[in-house]
Nanobody
Framework: QVQLVESGGGLVQAGGSLRLSCAAS????????MGWFRQTPGKEREFVAA????????EYADSVQGRFIISRDSAKNTVYLQMNSLKPEDTAVYYC???????????????WGQGTQVTVSS
């Protein structure tokens, strides 16, 4: 069983930065894809970024490419999302998720964290 706990959300002004963390209880020797997604009220959950547990493959949504950086520290079993040049439209609840093969589709991810709110003021 994989458990995910996000942290690091908050309120920031446009142009600012935040770093989200996702502490993951990943079984030793397992290979999971770790994804970050976000959701605003009335909208579907959308893909933000994903990374393989070994860190060799990464993808970003076009909307965050060049501003956000996903990374992982396998020793700490933690995945990070560094968010720079934040915009008001980045405001959302951000979720960490895990599954065993790479996809951008949120519905097929097996494990989810509780979410952390990110609010970007203009």
């Amino acid at each position: 069983q994989v458990q995910l706990v996000e942290s690091g959300g908050g309120l920031v002004q446009a142009g600012g930065s935040l770093r989200l963390s996702c502490a993951a209880s990943i079984p030793t020797g397992s290979n999971y894809v770790m994804g970050w997604f976000r959701q605003t009220p009335g909208k579907e959950r959308e893909f933000v970024a994903a990374i393989t547990w070994g860190g060799r493959y990464i993808e970003y949504a076009d909307s965050v490419q060049g501003r956000f950086i996903i990374s992982r520290d396998s020793a700490k079993n933690t995945v990070y999302l560094q968010m720079n040049s934040l915009k008001p439209e980045d405001t959302a609840v951000y979720y960490c998720a895990a599954r065993q093969s790479f996809t951008r589709t949120p519905k097929v991810y097996d494990y989810w964290g509780q979410g952390t709110q990110v609010t970007v003021s203009s």
